[in-house]
């Protein structure tokens, strides 16, 4: 699988851009569906599992440059990172073999096991919209964007609830 990917250039693995702002709509969309899903698990049940997660890690942080680090790792580095194993490399491979619907499934399961722990469930959801999204914009670039703003907005509402 990964032979097929590394022998082609970059354009392979999804880094295409048709259409800016179809690309980025649909990015904040997906984004905000996800955020909207957790507040609402949240409301109903009390459960957050990406804040708890995220304040149990901030905690551990003494300096203003570990929030920094921490930020840019959880917002940029693991999203980009993430993105390019899942829907760059791993999600093509399963399309031409199993179809759209599958590889979709496979590449999420994926997803979510790889983060494991108390919202597995929860991230295989999200790897679901990321999944659709790639599927409709051919974009690894709309995936990365709209996984930086729901890891964007999960820090904020992890932020809020750890200072207040």
């Known amino acids: 699988m990964f032979k097929f990917k590394i022998k082609q250039n970059v354009a392979a693995l999804g880094f295409r851009i048709y259409s800016p702002a179809k690309q980025i ?25 990406d804040a708890f997660y995220i304040i149990n890690a901030v905690k551990k942080l003494n300096n203003i440059w570990y929030y920094i680090t921490y930020s840019f790792a959880v917002i940029i580095s693991g999203p980009f990172v993430e993105e390019i194993i899942f829907r760059g490399i791993s999600y ?7 179809g759209p ?24 959801v999200y790897g679901i919209f990321l999944g659709f999204l790639y599927e409709k914009t051919e974009s690894i670039i709309s995936c990365f964007l709209a996984h930086c703003i729901l890891n964007l907005l999960l820090c904020l509402t992890a932020f809020f609830q750890l200072f207040s």
């Open 92 to 98: 093509s491979p399963y399309r031409k073999k199993y």
């Open 25 to 49: 709509s649909l990015s904040i969309g997906v984004a905000i569906i996800c955020y909207l899903i957790v507040v609402a698990l949240y409301l109903l049940f009390g459960l957050n599992p």
């Open 101 to 124: 619907l599958i590889a979709i499934i496979l590449t999420s399961s994926l997803f979510s096991l790889i983060h494991g722990g108390f919202g597995i469930i929860l991230i295989f």
